[in-house]
């Protein structure tokens, strides 16, 4: 398919002017064009990789129904045309060659002769007689007789043989019309993926969609972060692929494909962009991979929609902008915006920064004037003491007049602690 409608996106870097193009150096145009990331998986959804060096080619044979389906309609055309014109050659040639040692082209004007079949005189007349025999045509000028029983054993042969072919390439030819595939022509991912917060929390989002409007039934997806890595070994893997969790364990990754869905991916202390910031992600060489599968309402075959995202892909600060509106008594979905995004407020720090500045502000008040004590020099007791004394002191203290000033001087304390 062409799953991802290629819709430019909204986000464009700025151009440069002609004048300063030619004046960039030279360094950095040679890094800028070394940047450039191999996709693993492109945005149509085909994988980029070539299988050579393949010595068991024998295998392809032993599954030959696959082959057959796989290969390209220019190519499955041919071969469907082909078995066929062979078949009825091969069979036009054995109806000619039972003709020749009986005798019967002898004896083509002799009405007193029983020929094996009526009015074949020659291999044009055979094969057109292999042609009825297969296809079951039966134009009922030429016709097998019973004073031949080696023509009668051909024609149980070429019946039998011919209902194989039939059914072979028949039904070859009906799945590859059938595939799935082409199902998934009408499943989009969004042309970007974004970074922002929501509820709270660094999310990682993309957008699927579904033009057709019936549903994919069962519909699941999952994401697969594809990137080299270097064990604690020393072994390089390239490629390694990780697993992004996009609500298996909440059952968000099951979807109701109705209307387009934002798959987010919470990064938290489990997620491979656990320590990815702004600035690395740019550095980074790193690739989403999306598969979204289910069934096809009309057929109930399995289908399967892929795509990527690259680094220079997701764009850290940004959502989407909703495609969803009310009408009178009906949902209307804005393709046209299933592509754009708009810039949000989103810190550029990584999610573990993130966590520790939201772990230090929720820090307990003893620790917090602990550490002030600690600061001034004070022993260990003393620190211990103090405490107790300012715990013991609030608990006391009832004046509505002296509370915001005791809790804005502990509040200042405990600011000074956190600089």
């Not at 990789?49 to 390209?72: A, P």
């Not at 810190?347 to 002030?372: F, I, V, Y």
């Given at each position: 398919m062409?799953?991802d ?6 986000v464009r870097q700025p ?7 030619e004046?960039?150096?030279k360094?950095l145009v040679?890094?800028?064009a070394a940047?450039?990331i ?5 945005k149509?959804?085909k994988?980029?990789?070539h299988?050579?060096?393949i010595s068991?080619t024998y295998r392809?044979?032993?599954?030959i129904f696959t082959?057959?389906?796989?290969l390209k309609w ?6 469907f ?5 062979v ?8 109806w000619?060659?039972i003709a020749y040692?009986?005798?019967?082209l002898?004896h083509?004007?002799?009405n007193q002769?029983?020929?094996c079949?009526n009015n ?6 055979a094969f057109?007689?292999s042609i009825?025999?297969e296809?079951?045509?039966?134009y ?8 031949c029983?080696e023509?009668i054993?051909?024609l149980?042969i070429q019946?039998v043989?011919?209902?194989i ?6 039904g ?6 059938s595939?799935?595939k082409?199902?998934?022509?009408t499943?989009v991912?969004s042309?970007?993926?974004v ?5 709270g929390?660094l ?13 994919i039934?069962?519909?699941?997806i999952?994401?697969k972060l594809?990137k080299?890595?270097q064990t ?6 390239p490629?390694n ?6 609500g298996y ?6 979807l109701f494909?109705?209307?387009p869905l ?7 202390q489990?997620?491979?962009?656990w320590?990815?910031?702004q ?6 060489e790193?690739e ?6 289910g069934?096809?309402?009309a057929?109930?075959m399995?289908c399967q929609a ?5 680094s220079s892909?997701?764009k850290?600060?940004y ?7 009310l009408?009178?008594g009906?949902y209307?979905v ?8 708009y810039?949000t407020t989103?810190?550029?720090?990584s999610?573990?920064?993130l966590?520790?500045?939201n772990g ?7 620790w917090?004037l ?9 022993p260990?007791?003393?620190?211990e ?6 715990a013991?002191?609030?608990?006391k ?8 000033e005791r809790n ?5 304390i405990e600011?000074e602690?956190k600089v």
């Amino acid at each position: 398919m062409e799953q991802d409608v290629e819709s430019p996106a909204i986000v464009r870097q700025p151009m440069w002017t002609k004048p300063a193009r030619e004046d960039l150096p030279k360094q950095l145009v040679d890094k800028s064009a070394a940047k450039k990331i191999q996709r693993y998986v492109r945005k149509d959804g085909k994988c980029n990789v070539h299988h050579g060096n393949i010595s068991e080619t024998y295998r392809y044979l032993t599954d030959i129904f696959t082959t057959l389906v796989d290969l390209k309609w220019g190519l499955n055309l041919f071969i469907f045309v082909l078995v066929y014109t062979v078949t009825w050659l091969f069979f036009g040639f054995m109806w000619w060659l039972i003709a020749y040692l009986r005798g019967d082209l002898d004896h083509i004007a002799d009405n007193q002769w029983t020929p094996c079949v009526n009015n074949l005189n020659g291999f044009v007349s055979a094969f057109l007689f292999s042609i009825e025999t297969e296809t079951t045509i039966g134009y009922g000028y030429r016709v097998i007789t019973d004073k031949c029983p080696e023509g009668i054993l051909l024609l149980l042969i070429q019946s039998v043989l011919g209902s194989i072919v039939n059914a072979f390439m028949v039904g070859c030819m009906f799945v590859k019309i059938s595939q799935p595939k082409k199902r998934a022509e009408t499943l989009v991912f969004s042309t970007n993926a974004v970074i922002s917060m929501r509820d709270g929390r660094l999310c990682l989002m993309f957008r699927v969609g579904d033009l057709r409007n019936s549903h994919i039934v069962e519909a699941s997806i999952r994401a697969k972060l594809i990137k080299s890595k270097q064990t604690k070994e020393g072994e390089f893997i390239p490629l390694n692929q990780t697993d992004i969790n996009v609500g298996y364990n909440t059952g968000d990754d099951r979807l109701f494909l109705v209307s387009p869905l934002i798959i987010s991916h919470e990064i938290n202390q489990h997620s491979p962009f656990w320590d990815i910031s702004q600035a690395s992600l740019v550095r980074d060489e790193l690739e989403i991979v999306v598969i979204l599968e289910g069934m096809v309402e009309a057929t109930g075959m399995t289908c399967q929609a892929r795509s990527s995202y690259v680094s220079s892909e997701i764009k850290w600060g940004y959502r989407f902008t909703p495609v969803l509106t009310l009408e009178d008594g009906f949902y209307e979905v804005d393709y046209n915006s299933f592509h754009n995004i708009y810039e949000t407020t989103t810190p550029s720090c990584s999610a573990r920064e993130l966590s520790d500045m939201n772990g230090r502000m929720r820090l307990p008040l003893t620790w917090s004037l602990a550490s002030k004590l600690s600061q001034q020099g004070l022993p260990d007791t003393h620190l211990e003491t103090n405490v107790k004394k300012l715990a013991d002191l609030d608990s006391k203290e009832d004046g509505p007049r002296k509370q915001p000033e005791r809790n804005g001087e502990i509040g200042n304390i405990e600011n000074e602690s956190k600089v």
